[in-house]
């Protein structure tokens, strides 16, 4: 089983809609998860970052990570044509005062059209 | 805003040359990573440095990858013999807590 999963799409839906991106993984000793988004041969930019299970809210993004399930997802309300990129989950263990190395899912390739 | 700098954005080599790829983090993080991306593939870890020394390393990061901190902003990936499969995008990231990437460097290895 890979360590984190993630459904690589590509995921086309309209302006406006409502998007669900989603992510499970296998390894325990995650505590910290990431969602980056990258568009197309750029370096990966850091949306929303969450620590354990809940909920964290940043505008019209929506982080959720549910431990016990091993799942975490990122919502995206009123998508914009510039939501348009690909959308990599990262998680870590963490270490001392830094997150520590990060894996990455394979990321989903998303598309808002007008 | 501070951002992470690297250069070249693309290095095209020979087989079996040695090149050094060259990061400038933001200034006050004191971790600093290396991560490559193959074509198509995941983003994937190489090195953490912290505190002028190697806290963590992939296996991918065998004995012809070596790191450096040669002065108080820069952070070098040197690859020493270059191989065809080395060729990737390769990024530099920073942090204090959550970690902040560079633009990347693309290798091309002929």
């Known amino acids: 089983q890979k360590e984190v999963e993630q459904d690589p799409g590509p995921l086309s839906v309209p302006e406006g809609a409502i998007v669900s991106l989603n992510c499970t993984y296998s390894n325990s000793a995650f505590q910290y998860f990431m969602w980056y988004r990258q568009y197309s041969r750029k370096g990966p930019e850091l949306l929303m970052y969450t620590y354990s299970s809940g909920n964290k809210e940043d505008g019209r993004f929506t982080a959720q990570v549910d431990k016990s399930s091993k799942y975490i997802s990122l919502f995206i309300r009123d998508s914009q044509p510039s939501d348009s990129a690909t959308y990599l989950c990262?998680?870590?263990?963490?270490?001392?005062?830094?997150?520590?190395?990060?894996?990455f899912g394979q990321g989903t390739i998303l598309t808002v059209h007008p | 805003e501070p951002e992470v700098t690297q250069t070249p954005s693309h290095q095209v080599t020979q087989m079996g040359q040695e090149v050094i790829l060259r990061c400038v983090p933001i200034?006050?993080?004191?971790?600093f990573y290396w991560y490559r991306q193959i074509l198509g593939q995941k983003v994937e870890f190489l090195v953490s440095f912290y505190n002028n020394e190697i806290s963590e390393k992939s296996e991918i990061f065998d004995d012809q990858f070596s790191v450096e901190r040669p002065d108080g902003s820069n952070f070098t990936l040197k690859i020493r013999s270059t191989k065809l499969e080395d060729s990737a995008m390769y990024f530099c990231?920073?942090?204090?807590?959550?970690?902040?990437f560079g633009p990347g460097t693309r290798l091309l290895v002929l």
């Open positions: 990262a998680m870590s263990a963490g270490g001392g005062t830094s997150y520590g190395k990060l894996t």
């Open positions: 990231a920073s942090s204090t807590e959550t970690q902040y």
């Open positions: 200034s006050n993080h004191l971790y």
